[in-house]
């Protein structure tokens, strides 16, 4: 039986150059768990490729009943692209806030 | 206090009816201002607002009426014609008139019939009248239950006049890249971090358009952005910030607030932005207003996209918050002070002035050195206190200017000639005295270059002249005063005509010969007048003679060039203030007597041999001295060397003997009271810093007196 929770430890730059990687990472995870959880702790910076996988396994997770979130710190640079980006209206600094900060980021609105 | 209030009330609003009427002469020139229209309107709002908290109730009432009118000449329904500016006019008119008459029962008619002709020219045949708010959707917007803002439309023209400013404008950006835009080497986080670099920066991203995993390329970016940046960068320099993808991406600027609107208070409802963002009809926001809740809620159950509520509900916060940084700052760096403050501040500076001098002569031959170094400080810190004092009286010159433009605009009308006033130096600065006291001077002369000066259309086009002539006036600097001139493109004097005038007036008698200068000088003289006919515009032969004075009595002079057929100047030299200058002391026997500084060109000695002579030859060029031992009856013995203090005063150049020149001196001018208010030749009096008391000389007058004594005696 599948884990019920399984936990997807990122790091370092993601960019579109490993955008591909990190959604496989969480579709596998997302396939295979009911819940998975990003460790955003170890991620350094993130492009506009990364927030597309996020939304889009976010998107994904809401229409098959499952659950995707965030936890751990968020690293200066990261919630700094976010709040550029217009993701989040102020700078967060752990992954549940993150969470609760990201726009449209809840399976509610998203749908 | 109520009544503190009210005054201050006043006070702002003469200045917003001063701006009201700049405005409205300049959306005459140019009816596709928008952004005078949009000064306009606000002018008039404003003082809708504080009228009504004032307790002022008529004029609130007023300006609702005219501001209703006005709003729909700003949504496009009724335009800017000739026949409205000249009814704005009346109604700020009228308004001036409620407010220096604390709003008399009496003024009702006039304000009915206002307000009348306002609704006879906002009512076109076909479309509804404007008190019932008859619109068609989609040409105006509905009013949601609060102001709107203001908005510019033409966003290029207002930015760029914003830019030139060097204030700041709000702008709104809507940005959607190509889904490839990576490919061709973009980053999109990139463009707004370059947009977060040009000022105070909101981004809200659109996210709902990025698919879910199995459908997503990573590659690709499926983002649009609303960016809503406060700057007091131009359009222009916005748009090259997307200047290497504006071919392949949708970009929109739109302005959504400039600094008058931010300064004025105003912030839009969330239904005109989304209105202006054009995300939902005039015709859903009022039927959403009509069910009295929540207007974003409504909208969102009828169908409008969440994530443009929220992009527009954050643009709002973002334009609050730049609203109340704007008005904070303002509110910290300026303070409202009546004049009657500054005015007694001055008198206290003038104390100390006189203070000052008197302890630098005490300790002048005193040994104590930390009694002088104290003494030496307080003597710059003096003259720093005065400089910064007497600089907070002084106000542009462009507030009296303006008043003319509307001037020049009636008399033209009245008298069927067609005239532009010409102003340059507006930012020129004069003590506000000084300035209260030009008005009517300068209403005299306008109103002659206008009536006298500028000729009909048709004689200047059989004149080979454009139809339309040029009134313009200047001012400028020029050492402690302020030259003034006020020039027309018209006829020019007649020598002949004020010849025959003066003749006739028995100014001057028929054997009397004098150059051109000397005839256009008539025109000053008392009683003269060329004017063919008298009307109300000019030809009662009091003007001149009055400006004469006027400017006379302000320290200064005035004078007057023509040629004919090219036009005329008139030419006003004004101190820049009435309460501290700088002087020349010198004595005359045991009295002490003070020049204005600003009017002296130099000192000479004379010495024995000329010491009778009423010319005396200065640079190559005779120079007529004036014995100021015998115009204030001087008699104790003269020195062996005399001095002479030679001063220009309009275009006359005269010499002033004296005994001894002390030095320069900072003169506190006292006026010397009703006893000695006839008293020629001296303009007032200062303290010394031993305490005597010594004369200021009325240059202007002295050498009037000595030219006439000269011409007497030829």
Not at chain 2, 607 to 616: E, F, L
Not at chain 2, 618 to 637: D, H, I, K, S
Request: charged content about 25%.
């Amino acid at each position: 039986m599948a884990d019920s929770v399984r936990v997807v430890a990122l790091s370092g730059d993601l960019t579109v150059e490993t955008c591909r990687d990190t959604l496989g990472m969480i579709r596998e995870a997302l396939i295979e768990s009911p819940t998975v959880v990003i460790d955003v702790n170890k991620i350094r910076t993130v492009d506009l490729s990364f927030v597309h996988v996020l939304y889009a396994a976010k998107k994904w997770a809401c229409r098959n009943g499952k659950r995707l979130e965030l936890a751990g710190e968020v690293a200066d640079g990261v919630a700094g692209t976010l709040c550029a980006g217009g993701f989040i209206s102020e700078r967060v600094n752990d992954g549940k806030q993150l969470e609760d900060q990201l726009l449209d980021f809840s399976c509610g609105e998203s749908n | 206090m109520i009544d503190q209030f009210k005054e201050s009330f006043r006070d702002e609003a003469y200045e917003l009816l001063n701006s009201l009427e700049s405005s409205l002469l300049e959306l005459e020139t140019d009816p596709k201002n928008e952004g005078e229209l949009s000064a306009v309107f606000r002018s008039m709002h404003t003082i809708k607002g504080s009228a009504s908290m004032f307790g002022f109730q008529h004029i609130s009432r007023f300006t609702h009426e005219v501001e209703t009118v006005l709003d729909s000449v700003r949504n496009g329904t009724v335009p800017v014609t000739k026949q409205l500016i000249t009814l704005t006019l009346a109604a700020r008119d009228h308004i001036r008139f409620l407010l220096d008459n604390d709003e008399p029962e009496s003024a009702g008619p006039e304000s009915d019939s206002l307000i009348a002709q306002f609704h006879e020219l906002a009512a076109p045949s076909g479309s509804g009248t404007i008190a019932g708010q008859e619109t068609t959707p989609g040409e105006q917007s509905p009013d949601f239950g609060g102001d709107s803002g203001g908005v510019v439309k033409d966003a290029g023209a207002a930015s760029d006049r914003e830019s030139h400013r060097g204030i700041e404008t709000t702008y709104r950006v809507r940005f959607s890249p190509p889904r490839d835009i990576y490919r061709n080497g973009t980053n999109p986080l990139m463009l707004l971090k370059e947009m977060s670099e040009l000022g105070e920066f909101t981004s809200v991203a659109h996210v709902e358009n990025i698919p879910d995993m199995d459908d997503l390329d990573p590659e690709l970016c499926y983002l649009s952005w609303d960016i809503i940046v406060t700057t007091d960068k131009g359009i222009n320099e916005i748009r090259d910030v997307f200047m290497f993808v504006d071919d392949v991406a949708e970009i929109r600027i739109d302005v959504v607030a400039d600094i008058d609107a931010l300064l004025d208070g105003v912030t839009k409802k969330i239904g005109e932005i989304l209105l202006e963002r054009g995300v939902v009809t005039a015709d859903a926001l009022r039927r959403a207003a009509d069910r009295q809740q929540r207007l974003g809620r409504i909208l969102v159950e009828d169908g409008l996209d969440p994530h443009e509520l929220d992009s527009a509900l954050k643009e709002q916060r973002h334009v609050q918050r730049v609203r109340d940084r704007v008005q904070n700052e303002v509110a910290a760096t300026n303070v409202r002070v009546s004049a009657a403050k500054l005015d007694e501040l001055v008198d206290l500076v003038g104390e100390i002035v006189t203070l000052q001098a008197r302890l630098s002569q005490l300790v002048e031959h005193d040994t104590n050195a930390d009694l002088k170094t104290v003494a030496e400080g307080f003597e710059r810190a003096t003259d720093d206190l005065r400089g910064s004092t007497m600089s907070m009286r002084m106000v542009p010159i462009g507030t009296t200017f303006s008043k003319f433009k509307r001037l020049v605009r009636d008399l033209s009308e009245e008298l069927g000639k067609k005239v532009e006033i010409v102003t340059e130096g507006g930012e020129t600065e004069l003590d506000k005295t000084v300035i209260d006291r030009l008005n009517d001077p300068l209403v005299h002369i306008i109103r002659n270059s206008v009536g006298h000066g500028i000729e009909s259309p048709e004689a200047r086009k059989t004149a080979g002249k454009t139809e339309t002539g040029t009134v313009r006036l200047s001012a400028t600097h020029s050492g402690a005063s302020v030259v003034i001139s006020i020039s027309d493109d018209g006829a020019g004097l007649s020598a002949e005509r004020i010849r025959a005038k003066a003749i006739s007036r028995s100014i001057i008698t028929e054997d009397a010969q004098l150059t051109d200068k000397e005839l256009y000088d008539l025109i000053f003289a008392p009683g003269f007048s060329t004017a063919e006919n008298v009307t109300q515009v000019s030809g009662r032969g009091v003007g001149m003679d009055v400006v004469k004075q006027a400017i006379e009595s302000l320290g200064g002079s005035v004078g007057v060039s023509s040629e004919p057929g090219i036009g005329a100047r008139i030419t006003l030299s004004i101190p820049l203030t009435l309460a501290i200058i700088d002087g020349l002391l010198v004595e005359l026997g045991t009295g002490k007597y003070v020049f204005p500084l600003s009017a002296i060109e130099e000192c000479i000695e004379r010495t024995g041999s000329d010491s009778d002579a009423r010319m005396i030859s200065n640079r190559g060029e005779l120079l007529p001295v004036v014995e100021l031992r015998q115009v204030f009856a001087v008699n104790e013995t003269p020195p062996e060397i005399e001095q002479i203090v030679v001063v220009r005063s309009a275009e006359n150049t005269v010499g002033f003997a004296v005994d001894r020149v002390v030095g320069e001196h900072q003169t506190v001018i006292k006026s010397l009271g009703r006893v000695f208010r006839d008293l020629e030749c001296v303009s007032g009096a200062t303290i010394l810093g031993d305490g005597s008391v010594a004369l200021i000389v009325d240059v202007q007058r002295l050498t009037n007196l000595a030219l006439q004594f000269e011409t007497a005696r030829r």
